[in-house]
């Protein structure tokens, strides 16, 4: 069985890799046993699993979890092979989002096409994306395979509420002093896990936390840009963004225009108004001067008439 891995994103607690597998023929593979717990979505081809002798059979709109110490075999009954994006987890993260209770990681389920969109981007896309949004959209995918997709449910008490909003809006803060904090690091701060975080945020604001955080830095850019900075890829560093073009990509898909055409406009804006502050004052000055030449003739003839007299 030829088996390629290929890591495309990484992050604090996991690694997101895109696995293919070509398959020989339709008998089973070696056993092996699962070192770490691994999160794979099927997004082609198929497969039968074999776990400690289980067998189960694996298509496109399937995920499971490699579970440490799990004896594993694979089969190809067709042929073609499969491609997978299998998510690594430390043993530290997958704790947090399964509350320190392993029972929780559910058997293979079921994906939404949701989330097998979210998968296909997460594995095409990550490379370029924000590590914010990547970290996020990890974080989301594996507690949904956990603990099933299902929204949030209201408060039960007023307590609940105040306390869910209180977590939004320290995020809130944080985030505007410090756009460049990552999930993890807001959470920590705040004594959460970063499920917990992006949950409540996503619940008390409408949005997630990594959208959020775009709007606010998206917000301060086009205020830079019409303060007239002259180095978008300075920007792009003090706002947190990947690189200049990570930045270009979130600024027009927030603002509607690219970074440099922004700053074109807002500062053609601010210079028209002061031209036409200008040509406003020179009018007054017209005016005024206007009236002062009026006057000293007026008050020459009447010297001269008096002088006449």
Request: net charge positive; proline share 5%; glycine share 12%.
């Amino acid at each position: 069985m030829a088996l390629s891995r290929r890591v495309v994103a990484a992050g604090e607690g996991f690694a997101v890799c895109d696995v293919r597998c070509q398959a020989p023929g339709p008998a089973w593979s070696p056993p092996e046993v699962a070192q770490g717990l691994v999160l794979v979505f099927v997004r082609a081809g198929s497969f039968c699993r074999r776990v400690n002798g289980r067998e189960r059979f694996m298509d496109a709109v399937s995920a499971y979890f490699d579970i440490p110490g799990g004896e594993q075999q694979i089969a190809h009954p067709g042929s073609g092979g499969d491609a997978c994006t299998a998510i690594e987890l430390s043993g530290d993260l997958a704790g947090t989002l399964a509350d320190d209770d392993p029972a929780r990681i559910s058997e293979p389920r079921l994906t939404p096409a949701g989330a097998a969109l979210a998968v296909q981007l997460l594995t095409r896309q990550a490379s370029r994306a924000d590590r914010f949004e990547v970290t996020e959209t990890v974080i989301r995918l594996v507690s949904a395979a956990i603990t099933g997709p299902g929204r949030l449910p209201s408060p039960p008490r007023a307590r609940t509420q105040t306390a869910w909003l209180s977590l939004a809006d320290g995020t809130k803060q944080i985030l505007s002093s410090d756009p460049g904090a990552s999930l993890h690091q807001l959470a920590r701060r705040q004594s959460v896990s970063p499920h917990h975080l992006s949950r409540v945020f996503h619940a008390s604001t409408g949005t997630t936390v990594s959208a959020y955080r775009n709007q606010l830095r998206v917000r301060e850019a086009l205020e830079r840009l019409a303060e007239g900075e002259r180095s978008l890829t300075g920007l792009a560093s003090a706002l947190g963004f990947a690189d200049h073009a990570h930045m270009t990509r979130t600024v027009r898909r927030e603002a509607g225009a690219v970074p440099s055409a922004l700053r074109r406009l807002l500062t053609a804006c601010e210079l028209r108004g002061a031209r036409t502050e200008g040509r406003t004052r020179g009018n007054r000055g017209e005016v005024q001067g206007g009236s002062g030449a009026d006057g000293r003739a007026e008050t020459g003839s009447r010297a001269e008439h008096l002088g006449r007299g």
